[in-house]
């Protein structure tokens, strides 16, 4: 039961494990499929498999291992029976299953851990540019419809990106903490968390100048530099604010239990250059593995 001819679906060996595998989940999660021919289960789970990650556009990876052929990586992951599953996100397991589940089941638990992505357009027209809705518009617009349809938690959710967008911070974040969990982990959320994160972390930095100055007297002032990449990102220079995130995880990875490692990782949830964070990724992931 090899892999597909699908963009989604691999298949993953001891060699390539920890680039395809461990530092592409730092960018998109990626499910491990441990599976061998003769396993009937196998033969079952494998198709929904597919079917079930290839509905997700891309968001997410299905990396298949043959565990008679790579019985090291079986071992290291502490495969005891098959078909196991693992979900590897930002280098690490985050959830697993052993058994072929039904759809249904394979579907809630991805949606614990990934939202799908939108498909892309196989023909894509011209079309007129829609100037994007006025925040305070959009913040009254969902509070109308909360109030017409209050089960519906997603609007919850385009309530509290609203109201960031509004400057009203507080709020966005006391509906962001009202979600329900399958929509806590939501991309949305996560990046607005990221924002909600920095926004406090720059009203306690020092000014720039400052820092800088700091940094010039002790380079592995890491407090310091820390602020500055956070100065740095709020100026819109995110390069200059990743790279000082790097520079301390160069120096110290473990400084402040990872916080350099965190930084970035939320500074990557919430910036729009798909190449940059692509770039900085790869740079995070040659210091951590």
């Not at 009202?178 to 909600?196: K, V």
Request: proline letters at 6%; one cysteine or more.
């Amino acid at each position: 039961m090899p892999a597909t001819d699908s963009p989604y679906v691999f298949d993953a060996t001891t060699e390539t494990f920890e680039t395809e595998v461990l530092q592409a989940s730092l960018e998109q999660p990626v499910l491990v499929d441990f599976w061998a021919e003769w396993c009937g289960p196998c033969k079952s789970l494998g198709p929904l498999l597919e079917k079930v990650v290839a509905s997700y556009h891309g968001a997410v990876r299905l990396a298949k291992v043959d565990v008679d052929k790579e019985q090291q990586l079986a071992a290291m992951f502490g495969v005891r029976s098959i078909p196991t599953v693992v979900l590897v996100n930002q280098g690490q397991l985050v959830d697993g299953f052993a058994g072929a589940l039904p759809e249904s089941e394979l579907r809630e638990f991805l949606s614990r851990h990934v939202q799908p992505a939108e498909p892309a357009d196989e023909a894509p027209g011209e079309t007129a540019a829609v100037p994007p809705e006025p925040a305070a518009d959009a913040v009254a617009r969902l509070r109308g419809e909360i109030a017409a349809d209050p089960d519906k938690a997603e609007l919850r959710l385009d309530l509290a990106v609203a109201l960031m967008r509004n400057g009203e911070a507080a709020a966005a974040e006391a509906e962001l903490d009202a979600l329900p969990a399958n929509l806590a982990t939501d991309d949305r959320a996560r990046r607005l968390r990221g924002q909600l994160e920095f926004a406090r972390l720059l009203a306690d930095a020092a000014p720039t100048d400052e820092l800088r100055l700091r940094l010039a007297r002790d380079e592995n002032d890491h407090a310091a530099r820390e602020q500055l990449g956070i100065r740095l990102l709020a100026e819109g220079e995110a390069a200059a604010g990743l790279d000082q995130f790097l520079t301390i995880l160069k120096a110290d990875r473990d400084w402040n239990e990872g916080r350099a490692k965190k930084r970035l990782i939320a500074a990557f949830s919430i910036l729009d250059d798909e190449e940059l964070v692509g770039t900085y990724r790869r740079r995070m992931s040659s210091l951590l593995f």
